[in-house]
C-alpha cells in the first residue's frame, strides 16, 4: 500500500539516477518536476534553516502574483538550482517526502539534473571549469619547481587577491588551499603489515589520496600511513588515479564524470580483486565512490565492487575496535575537541565514528557540531556566493568560539579551513587523524 501523507516512516532509499536516459535530458519535463517538487516544498518549508536554495524558493513563491510555484517564471527556477551544492542533508535529515514515500522526492539528485542540462546546453564558465578541474590545477602548480611557492605567495597577496576577484570572481577574502611540490606521492613511505582480517575489514588498506590529499595537504596522508601501521593494518597508495569526480559532478558535468570514472573504477576494483579494502581522507570522495557513481551505474559490477569495499577512514577504525583490532595505547590526551561533522560524511549513514574513536583516547571530550560549514569545495570561494557561505557557517563558528576547545577539527580539510578562517578562537584547524596521531604519540 501507497505510504500517505507526511512522515517517512521506513528508511530513506535512493534511485538511480537515470542519467543516460532520454528524458532525463528534456527541459519540459524537467520544468514539470521541478514546478512538482518546489510546490511540496514550498507546503512544507522544512529545509529553509540548511542552506540558500530553500529561502530563494520561498522567496520566489512569496514575491509572485499568486503565492504559488505556478506565479514563479520557469526561467527563474534555475535561481534555485544555482544555491544547491548537493550536500545532500535535506535528503537524509529533513524531507518527510523521500523514497519509499509516493511523492518520491530526492531534491539534491533533482538539482544534479538540472545542473545537467544546464551545462549541457551552456558549458561552464571559465573560472567554474578551472576550479573543478583540480587534476589539472594540481599537476600545473607542483611539477615546475617554485611555481608552488609562488602561487602560495600570491594568494596571500591582497593586491593580487583583488586583482583575481575582479578578472575571475573568486573572492578576495576566501582562503584558498596551498600546493606543495612534494605531493603525497613523492613522500609516502607505504606500511607493509601481514593482513589480519576482523569482522568486515581485511587488514589490507589501499588509501586513495585524492586532488586535494596529493597536492594540497600531502602531510595528512603521512598521518594515515603511521596511525593504520600502529594498529597493525598494511596500507599501501593506490597506484594511479584521477580526480573522483565530484568537483564535475556539483557543476553538473557529467561527461567529466563518466571519463573520470573510467579512468579510476578499473584500477580501483583490480585492488579489490587483489584483497585490498579502499580508504580516502575526503568524505567527498569516499561519498563519491559508496553512493553517487553507483547510483549512476547501477548495473556496473566494478562499480558496484568498488563501493562495497570503500570506506570512511573512521568507519573502518571503529569496526577494527568492535572485533577488538584498534590499540588504545594512547600517549597524550587530546583535552576538549571541538569537532565538525562534515556533510557528505554525515549523509553516508554510518553513524558518527570520528567523533567515537576520539572519545577513546583517554582525558578527552568531543564537542560535536553537526551543522553545514557552507563550503562546498568552490561555494565559499566564488564572488557570489562567499557571502552565502559565511552566514551559513555562523552557527559552526558560534559554537566553536563558545567552546574555546583546544582543537578544532573536521574531516573535510576546506570545511576546517574556512571554520577556522571565519573563527575568532580557531589558530589552526586539525584533521581528525593527524590528531589521533599526536594521542598515539607517532
Sequence with gaps: ???????????????????????????????????????????????????????????????????????????????????????????????????????????????????????????????????????????????IPLVDVTANALNKNKLFRNALETTLGVHADAPLPEYHRKTLRKQFSAAPKSPAPLGRTTGKVALYATCYGNYNTPDLGQDFAHVFAHNDIHIELVPKEACCGMPKLELGDLDSVNALKEKNIPVLAKLVDQGFDLIAPIPSCVLMYKQELPLMYPDDPDVLKVKNAFFDPFEYLFLRHKEGGLKLDFKETLGEVSYQVACHLRVQNIGNKTRDILNLVNDTVVHTIERCSGHDGTYAVKEETRAKSVKIAKPVVKFVDSKQAKHFASDCPMAAVHIANLSESVDLAAHPMTLLRKAYGL
Design 1 to 143: 500500500m501507497a505510504q500517505q501523507g507526511e512522515g517517512s516512516l521506513q528508511a530513506p532509499t535512493r534511485h538511480p539516477l537515470g542519467w543516460q536516459e532520454d528524458t532525463f535530458w528534456e527541459r519540459d519535463s524537467l520544468n514539470e518536476e521541478l514546478e512538482r517538487v518546489y510546490d511540496v516544498c514550498h507546503g512544507c518549508r522544512r529545509c529553509v534553516s540548511l542552506c540558500d536554495a530553500f529561502p530563494t524558493l520561498f522567496d520566489l513563491v512569496d514575491e509572485s502574483e499568486t503565492m504559488e510555484v505556478d506565479g514563479v517564471e520557469k526561467n527563474d527556477f534555475f535561481d534555485v538550482v544555482e544555491q544547491c551544492y548537493l550536500c545532500d542533508l535535506c535528503y537524509l535529515t529533513k524531507c518527510p517526502y523521500v523514497p519509499p514515500h509516493e511523492w518520491n522526492i530526492d531534491f539534491p539528485h533533482l538539482m544534479l539534473r538540472a545542473k545537467a542540462q544546464k551545462f549541457k546546453a551552456d558549458g561552464g564558465s571559465f573560472r567554474d571549469n578551472l576550479l573543478t578541474s583540480t587534476d589539472a590545477m594540481g599537476k600545473a602548480l607542483t611539477t
